[in-house]
């Protein structure tokens, strides 16, 4: 079966709605949002409802209940799902909309014949995603320009996906078929989210009033769920470089610009005010507090430019020498903040678990 | 601001003023989309940066050049919807990826030689780095970074590299950047091909990386210090960093055999020189191709730090490099200086460079871009020998000379002279 092969494309149509063709195809019916009000509909907007729900709560796990072979209802129904995640108008939805489904994608992939395998992901590649990618010869067998490569392998934490670590050929990128696998994975998660920020505001039309509702209380309960931010952890769950950073600083050892914004971006992160940020620097003796206000205030997006500033990312604090141990002590973290978001995270289950059983203790009181 | 005085910056404001009104000091470069760019300028007097400025065309940059005369010109990397906008507003549409060599950065031994520091209120020469002036006692010493041939030299050798990089590695094409002449002490290259334009902070960071090996594991690019080395082990005309490693390693082990001292050195900082003398016999093992397994992975005393895989891959990898200022490249907002304007810190030109002359074209003779009328007396506090021009001065200290308009400017901008009474 090659690219050019009618059914082929018929089939990849079915299995990959947000094809161009698909959409042309869908398109060519000229359905639109009230039509699903249609009683006749109902059971395309209950796939589409189910799509959104099982994506918000399962996130990626959703995708291994997916089926592999679509049917016409779950094809027709896609735009629908595009819909709901967009009336949600939210962030975090869209986020995990598009990691499970591109999951989902990926999972249809690796069901997909080996004798294809290497067709499709170059077509999907090339024609869905607009990489340049060039068929090669075995160990490898794909190469991929650097500027599409980067785009999509800076996400990945392991060492051998940097740059520095791959063979570049004139400007090209070798990967095996694995590799290539993760970046389109990667990339059509881009690719859906972009996707769906492009459809900006809808309006709810009523007969979805109910399923908007009912999704968006599912949000609240996840969301509740990923992250706490608002309990502020205690310096021994930081993490290894700002609870390093800190402890240089109360003993007076000197620490670079870069290690000042650093540690001052994260706590302004963590929710610490100014004045508390502040107070930890009095107690140095090169203190000055004009020069400390100034500068945490600009940090924190109070002066200058307005741009609340983000942590550095671990990559960047190995290059200034602030990173603890090549972060061997951190997990497969890329940030420090995602460090903390998931000590935060373990942090409140623990709580959770703790709660019932003290409920229970006060009621035999 | 490095001149002594206000009286020398006048003066060189009026020479940088009469340069811009001549028909050279028209042909100020012109990058693309002029109209998408932020431009900054630091006038003379005072040292503020001014920035967020916009133009639409060439002439109205230029009349503003003319009629501003600053000491200092510069122009964004990026494209931004709203040039002049705060920084939080521009719109940013794409950068071009820019890379900074300086021979500030670069560890030459002449630095040493002519690098000084001086009192300007008793006029004595003090070392480079002093902070009180051994002479009177003052805490104003000032310091002064020279840049010699030697030095430009260094920083072509790492502009050669990294165009190395950029033309086999990266497929960037010649036509695709823009080089100059950094009007001091080193180069910029501008890659400005749409490839790359779009590039953000982290993917330029892998780039940087890439360049300078930094983060590398050998292991991927076939090799491995412990284990035994797997088949497929880099060879001469692998693609990328493979190749690099073969071809780099061959060239150390011919230099070990040739006796060449530097190498030798650096060598010996790792190795026994039990070790050492045993990679002079190994060269002409490596003609056809790079045998690794030549090279002993264990060491041979207790004492050294490695072995001597380990310390030829090591040193192969560090005369591989290209040796560019990390930060510039990073920086997806960088104002850099406007190619064919003059520099204020020498008074020479940042000119382009055309690129198949680099090797040839020597910045000092041929961007001291000033007039030699009129002469100009000075009292030089202390200047090594320096060419201009073609032309051979000093080495001047505590002295009074007469020097034409584009030398004078030089010592003048570097603050190393002031204006002497007729």
Redesign the interface.
Known sequence: MTVSDPYFIERLMMEFPFLQQIREYVGSFGIKLEDFADPSMRSLVDVAVKRVEDSLAHGIRAAEESSTSPSEVEIFSYPLSIALVAMLEDDYAIRRFAASEAERYAKILEKIDRSSVRDILHYVATQVLGMRVKLAQPPYEFEMHFADYLKHATRLNEPRWKLVNRTLKRGYVLLTRPEMATLIKNALETHIEERLRAVGRLGVPDFLKEHVQRLKQLLETRRWREVKLGERLAPELWPPCMQALKQRLLAGEAVSHFGNFTIAAFLINIGWTTDEIIQMYSQRGDFDERIARYQVEHIAGQRGSRTKYTVPRCATLQTHGLCIENGRLCGDVKSPMQYYRRQARRAAAGKRREEPEAQTKAENV | MSFLSQDEALLVHHLFKEYYRSSRGREIFEPRFIERREFGYMPFGQKVLVRHLGFKDMNELKRAIERITPLHVYRSAALYHFPTA???EKGWIGAELIFDIDADHLPTRCKKEHDFAYCPSCGTILEYGSKTCAGCGSQEVRKVEWVCEGCISAARTELLKLMDFLE?????KPEDMVISFSGNRGYHLAVYSD??L??DR??R???V??LT?????IS??GLALRSKLREAVPDYT?????GRLARSAYEVLTLVRQGNQETRDKLLELLSEEDLNELEEISPLWSERARWDTLKTKKAARHVKQDQLSAVIKHAIERSIANID?VVTMDVHRLLRLSNTLNGKTGLLAAVMPYDQLQEINPFEYFAVLPEEPTINLWVVSSPRFSLAGNIYGPYRNERVKLPAYAAAYLLCKGVARLAEH
Do not use: C, K, S
């Open positions: 705060p920084m939080g086999n590695d990266f497929d960037i490839d790359v779009e590039l982290v993917a960071q892998e780039i990386e890439y090996a930094t983060n590398m594991d991927f690019h692998d693609y990328g960093w493979r990390n």
